[in-house]
């Protein structure tokens, strides 16, 4: 895996905006998108082009277009369908593949409750959302369900990640992509990232 910190001043700023504890849901909302933008631009800077002919306003002309790229988004319930308009905005044609999971409270592991992937898993990049990467446990999932599937493209996109869920997923799966736009300091004992934004999900939601 290769880890992208997409580090630019709008990023960190927007960052900045979304730690505040007082944050209102819309403002939450609508900076976890503007950010999501901004890492797909970032996670699509390698997509192939290829050049057609159309016609112009004055003839013939030349044009790039993206090259056989299918995409589909794949936002882990609840909090990742708040990053999905984000890319919906820069690659109107990505597919929907949506997946859930609970944590078996036992074992601690992930259990699938949801799954529902788009067609042809194998001809396209998989790009999966979750405003949080933190311990890592829920993504390993979700990239073992993918590749089940026959997906050999996947790339992940957050807004936060602890060094914990990164190294996790460093080791286990050094073939997937991860964009974050903030590495922050540690998890707490109850798996929170620090200082991160606290619960993504109820601040996407505005439930607590
Ligand atoms: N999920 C969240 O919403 N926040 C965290 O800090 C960790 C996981």
Redesign the pocket.
């Known amino acids: 895996m290769a880890l992208h910190l997409v580090d630019h001043p709008l990023i960190r700023h927007k960052v900045g905006i979304l730690r505040k504890h007082d944050i209102s849901t819309s403002r939450f909302r609508q900076l976890a998108n503007e950010i999501t933008r901004l890492l797909t631009y970032e996670a699509t800077k390698d997509f192939e082009t290829e050049t057609t002919t159309i016609q112009g306003w004055a003839g013939d002309v030349e044009v790039d277009t993206i090259k056989g790229k299918k995409v589909t988004v794949v936002p882990i319930l609840r ?1 990742g369908l708040g990053m999905m308009d984000g890319v919906f905005d820069m690659i109107p044609g990505a597919k929907a593949s949506v997946v859930g999971f609970y944590r078996d409270e036992e074992t601690l592991k992930p259990v699938q409750y949801y799954v529902k992937l788009a067609s042809a898993m194998d001809e396209r990049t998989a790009l999966i959302l979750d ?2 990467l ?1 311990t890592g446990g829920t993504l390993e999932a979700t990239i073992e369900l993918l590749k089940e599937s026959g997906c050999t493209s996947i790339r992940g996109l957050f807004l ?1 990640a ?1 060094p914990e869920g990164i190294d996790r997923i460093l080791k286990k799966h050094p073939d997937v992509d991860i964009y974050v736009a903030a590495v922050d300091e540690k ?1 707490n004992d109850i ?3 620090i200082p ?7 601040k996407i939601f505005g439930t607590k």
């Open positions: 909090a405003p949080m933190a936060c602890a998890l798996g929170y990232i991160g934004l606290g619960d993504a999900g109820d």
